[in-house]
Nanobody, 121 residues
Framework: QLQLVESGGGLVQPGKSLRLSCSAY????????IAWSRQVPGKEREEISC????????NYADFVKGRFTVSRDNAKATAYLQMNNLKPEDTAVYSC??????????????WGQGTQVTVSS
């Protein structure tokens, strides 16, 4: 099963930035879209962003538009989520998932175990 591994989370003060990574090990992601989501224990998972296989399509949830930026480096088999101006309500476990196709409209596989982001002063 193809899986992605998230990293880069941590504790950060409000207004600061973090960059998360989503990496594939042992396989290429060149032909697949990648999505990001987050989840707080006891709450529904929120889809945040998606980037298609060649970076020409990037979608964002309204609550992160203007603050988060998704990107990818296919040569490194890695996608990134740059998160700026973080707020306490951004605290969650952030996960990524590999698409079954090239585009964000295609179905996605399972979400990874994620990386914890805590925004607190």
């Amino acid at each position: 099963q193809l899986q992605l591994v998230e990293s880069g989370g941590g504790l950060v003060q409000p207004g600061k930035s973090l960059r998360l990574s989503c990496s594939a090990y042992g396989f290429s992601v060149n032909s697949y879209a990648i999505a990001w989501s987050r989840q707080v224990p006891g709450k529904e998972r929120e889809e945040i962003s998606c980037i298609n296989y060649d970076s020409n399509q990037r979608n964002y949830a309204d609550f992160v538009k203007g603050r988060f930026t998704v990107s990818r480096d296919n040569a490194k088999a890695t996608a990134y989520l740059q998160m700026n101006n973080l707020k306490p309500e951004d605290t969650a476990v952030y996960s990524c998932a590999l698409g079954h196709g090239k585009y964000c409209e295609d179905p996605f596989g399972s979400w990874g175990q994620g990386t914890q982001v805590t925004v607190s002063s």
